[in-house]
Structure formats: structure tokens, C-alpha cells
């Protein structure tokens, strides 16, 4: 298995994952012409991430194919008195193919996401686990913290 960070060539692979990790649990049926409206999209803010590096994304492959990935947004905090350029890393999107899952591909995904994360000297990550996963991001050596607080806007997503 080869763990790296994302490149331009793997843009079309990624969208389409992205399409397969949001849609493979929903209970409803998207209006036609969904996929062909999301992936222009989807491509234009891989794009856009990766040229100016506010996003990071990072993948598993197995034989040139993508089994696994992460993606991690670095947010530039207010500058304080005693750090003036200090990040966060922000996790999201985090998703293995079915057919690597419980294989540890995942788990050893995000230890390089968090390596990177170190060497880059980003203050925390933080991420909204997915409902039944949080154990999976426990046992990554994150802790839950239930000082945060969220205000659900769109309850449509």
C-alpha cells in the first residue's frame, strides 16, 4: 500500500469517490442530472484546493488504484500576543472503498494525515465523526471533546 499526499492527476479519481462516500448511504433518491451538476463542481474545488494549498488531501493506493482518503483544511487562527501565525487542521472526508475496509488502510491513512500534520505544526485537528465512528478516530489518538458547540443551519445536508 502507498500512502502520499494527492496530486492534480488524481483530481478525477477523488470526485469520484467523493460522489460514492455521500451517496452510498442515503434513503433517497437524487433529482436526474445530480452527478453531472456535482462533478464540474466537485473537480473546481479540488482545484482550487490543491493550487492554494489551504487543502491537503491524502490517499491510500494499492497498485495505481485509490482504496482510501483524507482530506485536512489548515485554517489560519486570529493571531494572539503569543503566536501570530498559528493553524488548525480541520478532517474531513475521510472514506475507504468497501472492498478495503477493516483492513487497517484507513487507520494507517490517517496516522500519515497526523504525522503531516505534526511536522507541519499545526496546533489540533479537529473533525465531526461520522454517527458509529467515533471509536475508529479514538483509537487514532483523538478525544472527544464535548466543550464544542455547533448550530445545524441547512438540515437538508
Not at 488524481?10 to 442515503?26: I, K, P, V, Y
Not at 465531526?128 to 445545524?152: C, D, L, N, T, V
Amino acid at each position: 500500500m502507498n500512502y502520499r499526499q494527492a496530486t492534480s492527476n488524481d483530481f478525477a479519481s477523488l470526485a469520484q469517490m467523493r460522489w460514492d462516500f455521500r451517496t452510498e448511504m442515503l434513503t433517497r433518491t437524487l433529482p436526474p442530472g445530480t452527478y453531472e451538476a456535482f462533478m464540474p463542481v466537485m473537480l473546481e474545488f479540488l482545484e482550487q484546493a490543491y493550487r492554494n494549498g489551504q487543502w491537503v488531501m491524502w490517499l491510500a493506493e494499492e497498485n495505481g488504484v485509490i482504496v482510501s482518503h483524507v482530506y485536512i483544511e489548515r485554517i489560519r487562527k486570529v493571531p494572539r500576543p503569543t503566536s501570530f501565525d498559528c493553524e488548525y487542521g480541520y478532517l474531513t472526508n475521510m472514506y475507504t472503498v468497501p472492498a478495503w475496509r477493516g483492513k487497517e488502510v484507513g487507520a494507517e491513512l490517517l496516522r500519515h494525515a497526523v504525522d503531516w500534520a505534526r511536522e507541519q505544526k499545526l496546533e489540533m485537528i479537529i473533525l465531526w465523526p461520522a454517527k458509529g465512528r467515533e471509536a475508529f478516530y479514538q483509537r487514532g489518538g483523538f478525544i472527544h471533546e464535548p466543550e464544542a458547540m455547533s448550530q445545524e443551519l441547512d438540515e437538508e445536508r
